[in-house]
């Protein structure tokens, strides 16, 4: 069954330029490479949820585990995590539809 990979978070003030160019230029890049697409990419421009949510879709929950284990995933996200704040991720079943997650700490 086909999985998706939410990620939510804040980017850290005075790091937008820093963030755009890692993600744009390496993050995503990276991941594509090692079989995880991004399929959205979302700004929350009013309200009390994080800035981003970006999204990711798998083959499988077991796939996205493999891929989740790879030193691009590991060291992409540890360089991510630098950038933002507020980080939170879940893996939810696929579907047609625009899906989200309450984040934890709210």
Do not use: C
Request: hydrophobic share 40%.
């Amino acid at each position: 069954m086909e999985v998706k990979l939410l990620l939510t978070y804040n980017i850290k003030p005075n790091r937008e330029a820093e963030y755009y160019r890692y993600v744009l230029g390496e993050f995503l890049p990276s991941l594509q490479n090692i079989g995880l697409i991004m399929i959205e990419g979302w700004h929350t421009a009013y309200g009390d949820y994080p800035l981003r949510l970006i999204v990711f879709r798998a083959d499988s929950e077991d796939k996205l585990h493999e891929i989740m284990q790879a030193s691009e995933w590991k060291t992409g996200k540890e360089r991510l995590l630098k950038m933002v704040r507020d980080y939170e991720e879940r893996i939810v079943p696929a579907k047609k539809v625009f899906q989200f997650f309450l984040p934890s700490k709210k």
